[in-house]
């Protein structure tokens, strides 16, 4: 009994980390949203966004709305979002995308995180030009009728490449097509279980078991910082 407690204690606490960690993401995207266009989800197109990506992984509605609350709070900085770039061991490209209230201390954060695990931080654009920004859309299954229909009509509203799965249809735009196809979405009431703005590497290089180990170290250490929102590399 007590090894088979201890396994589920242990996968459990690691489902509360990275469920919290979720929270504080998306807790600071609608912080975000908010500073930058209001609090009415309805005239802001972000802020929508962010909620139902709050929905998605069930974030309480009282930290939905708390998080509104601190950005409509004209005395509070708020966070602001901020990208870094560097090598991970073996020549991976990493992109860090941020958000913080305080850049001193998310430069040396992540600064410290390269360089402990063998990476080297680099200057802006020196890494992002291997990636493409691109949106990705995914949508419940069910609720698109024809998937054919759908892929073609969404061709004129920016979609770039369509996949799924069993469970979802995943739409990828581009950068500029994000905005058309959330638009062509809400109009037509189909509403993605989540909304997402990546960034996708041009290409991506392979590695040995044990290099790929030492790399996402790396990630791994980037990931838990309370600053860091996302970390996008090209290992494949």
Same mark, same amino acid.
């Given at each position: 009994?007590?090894?088979? =407690?201890?396994?589920?204690?242990?996968?459990?606490?690691?489902?509360?980390?990275?469920?919290?960690?979720?929270?504080?993401?998306?807790?600071?995207?609608?912080? !975000?949203?908010?500073?930058?266009?209001?609090?009415?989800?309805?005239?802001?197109?972000?802020?929508?966004?962010?909620?139902?990506?709050?929905?998605?992984?069930?974030?309480?509605?009282?930290?939905?709305?708390?998080?509104?609350?601190?950005?409509?709070?004209?005395?509070?900085?708020?966070?602001?979002?901020?990208?870094?770039?560097?090598?991970?061991?073996?020549?991976?490209?990493?992109?860090?995308?941020?958000?913080?209230?305080?850049?001193?201390?998310?430069?040396?954060?992540?600064?410290?995180?390269?360089?402990?695990?063998?990476?080297?931080?680099?200057?802006?654009?020196?890494?992002?030009?291997?990636?493409?920004?691109?949106?990705?859309?995914?949508?419940?299954?069910?609720?698109?009728?024809?998937?054919?229909? =759908?892929?073609?009509?969404? !061709?004129?509203?920016?979609?770039?490449?369509?996949?799924?799965?069993?469970?979802?249809?995943?739409?990828?735009?581009? =950068?500029?097509? =994000?905005?058309?196809?959330?638009?062509?979405?809400?109009?037509?009431?189909?509403?993605?279980?989540?909304?997402?703005?990546?960034?996708?590497?041009?290409?991506?290089?392979?590695?040995?078991?044990?290099?790929?180990?030492?790399?996402?170290?790396? !990630?791994?250490?980037?990931?838990?910082?309370?600053?860091?929102?996302?970390?996008?590399?090209?290992?494949?």
């Amino acid at each position: 009994m007590g090894r088979i =407690f201890e396994k589920r204690k242990h996968v459990m606490f690691a489902r509360f980390k990275k469920m919290s960690k979720a929270f504080n993401r998306i807790g600071k995207d609608i912080e !975000i949203a908010v500073k930058a266009g209001g609090v009415d989800p309805k005239a802001n197109s972000h802020l929508r966004i962010a909620i139902q990506n709050a929905k998605s992984v069930n974030m309480p509605k009282d930290r939905i709305e708390a998080a509104i609350k601190r950005a409509s709070n004209k005395d509070t900085s708020g966070y602001f979002e901020i990208i870094y770039e560097g090598y991970a061991p073996h020549g991976i490209a990493v992109v860090v995308e941020c958000a913080t209230d305080n850049q001193t201390r998310t430069v040396s954060n992540v600064r410290h995180h390269f360089k402990e695990y063998g990476g080297a931080m680099g200057n802006s654009g020196s890494i992002a030009f291997m990636f493409e920004r691109k949106g990705i859309f995914k949508i419940p299954i069910e609720k698109i009728k024809d998937v054919d229909e =759908f892929e073609l009509e969404m !061709i004129d509203h920016g979609l770039d490449e369509l996949s799924g799965d069993e469970k979802f249809l995943y739409v990828y735009t581009t =950068f500029q097509g =994000f905005g058309s196809m959330q638009k062509a979405l809400e109009e037509r009431g189909i509403e993605p279980a989540s909304t997402e703005l990546q960034y996708i590497p041009n290409n991506t290089k392979e590695l040995t078991e044990e290099q790929a180990k030492e790399v996402t170290e790396l !990630i791994d250490a980037m990931e838990e910082d309370d600053d860091v929102q996302n970390v996008y590399h090209n290992m494949a």
